[in-house]
């Protein structure tokens, strides 16, 4: 009987210290100053949905794009989504062409932006001509090559660089209890 109680005793004491030890074993994962949960410092640096289109259009693989190859590319992405050749798509076949060309149907350029004459369709030279603004803005040393680093956008705080109670509302206030 007292070997039981003391063999009782022992298995305690030693589930008890297994667990000690597993709590003292788990890693210490560090953190940079600033980082986010993954270690990393928030992005600061982003490329817009549109340049990277832009950049996707660099036929020879110099990493640069000229206005011959945008232009030749805009031609080819207007016709992925105009298989018939009819000269224009609406809105619905501008986010189908947003989808497969920029990734996203949301992403800007808009198609309100894009139908500069307003008539809900979309046509090769109202995208062209979007396109060659889109690539004057770009074009910061005006050359007529875009590089890699003109493509990328620079901002002063980091994406997601606001206090937490100010994410998602509007002018960053907080909201009312």
Do not use: H
Not at 46 to 73: Q, S
Not at 82 to 103: K, V
Not at 119 to 141: G, K, V
């Amino acid at each position: 009987m007292r070997l039981q109680i003391v063999a009782i005793a022992l298995a305690a004491l030693g589930v008890q210290g297994a667990s000690a030890s597993a709590q003292q074993a788990a890693p210490v994962v560090p953190t940079l100053p600033g980082g986010g949960p993954n270690g990393q410092p928030p992005a600061t640096i982003v490329a817009e949905p549109v340049a990277l289109m832009i950049a996707a259009c660099d036929a020879d693989g110099d990493a640069k794009v000229t206005r011959a190859e945008l232009d030749a590319c805009v031609k080819r992405s207007f016709a992925s989504v105009d298989p018939g050749g009819a000269g224009s798509i609406g809105y619905i076949g501008y986010s189908d062409w947003a989808l497969q060309w920029l990734g996203d149907r949301n992403a800007l350029p808009s198609p309100f932006t894009v139908d500069a004459n307003g008539d809900n369709r979309i046509t090769l030279a109202e995208l062209e001509a979007q396109f060659a603004t889109l690539f004057a803005r770009f074009d910061t040393n005006k050359d007529g090559i875009l590089t890699r680093a003109e493509l990328l956008t620079i901002r002063a705080r980091a994406v997601d660089d606001r206090p937490a109670d100010a994410r998602g509302r509007r002018g960053g206030k907080s909201a009312k209890p």
